[in-house]
Antibody, heavy 126, light 107 residues
């Protein structure tokens, strides 16, 4: 059974860097069938896709966050991480790490978020 | 970006009711539409992917339909465990975007 677990500080000061790590258990981390993804949820903006990293290190980011964002991966530790620079109160949210599976068997590829971490609340405040 | 809307934003129903939630995309997403259920304090759970494909372990009372820009999630007979918020999300292109959610509450 795949499990994802977020870790990191729950409070970050404005203008500083938000850093989170997701640890994955189970046997799928280096499989080519998944994108390792960050999604956040805030009352004001709902669910927002932040970006993903592939096991090879290829990334794709939400354009609205791209200039402040870096996602990295450590396959030896089965971890991937998020760094978001210059945070403001608008970055206050519950951050989820998620497995984005793509299934290309028998036709067009379908992508879906099949495993989620429990989420971690990050508050940006002085 | 493809924007997603949902209607209604909330509804109130009784156990045994048939419930329908609508999702609309701002441009055609063909059949790349997923549905999630979320309960307070928990992560969303996948119900349907590819517009109508039931995810493993999801009860058959849940079904999805639609293509292009208009999609529907139906719960054929609402159960006590189904009171929750439901989100649609497109997987046609990047960035993936979610609808604002539909809360299903107790009548």
């Amino acid at each position: 059974q795949v499990q994802l677990q977020e870790s990191g500080p729950g409070l970050v000061k404005p203008s500083q860097t938000l850093s989170l790590t997701c640890t994955v258990s189970g046997d799928s981390f280096s499989s080519g069938d998944y994108y390792w993804t960050w999604i956040r949820q805030s009352p004001g903006k709902g669910l927002e896709w932040i970006g993903y990293i592939y096991f090879s290190g290829t990334t794709n980011y939400n354009p609205s966050l791209e200039s402040r964002l870096r996602i990295s991966i450590d396959t030896s530790k089965k971890q991937f991480s998020l760094q978001l620079d210059s945070v403001t109160a608008a970055d206050t949210a519950v951050y989820f790490c998620v497995r984005d599976r793509f299934d290309c068997t028998g036709g067009p590829c379908f992508y879906y978020f099949d495993y989620w971490g429990q989420g971690i609340l990050v508050t940006v405040s002085s | 970006d493809v924007q997603m809307t949902q209607s209604p934003s909330s509804l109130f129903a009784s156990v045994g009711d048939r419930v329908t939630i609508t999702c609309r995309a701002s441009a055609s997403i063909v059949g790349h539409l997923d549905w999630y259920q979320q309960k307070p304090g928990k992560a969303p759970k996948l119900l349907i992917y590819g517009a109508y494909r039931l995810y493993t372990g999801v009860p058959s009372r849940f079904s999805g339909s639609g293509s292009g820009t208009d999609f529907t999630l139906t719960i054929s007979s609402l159960q006590p465990d189904d009171f929750a918020t439901y989100y649609c999300q497109h997987s046609f292109s990047l960035p993936r975007t979610f609808g604002p959610g539909t809360r299903v509450g107790v009548k």
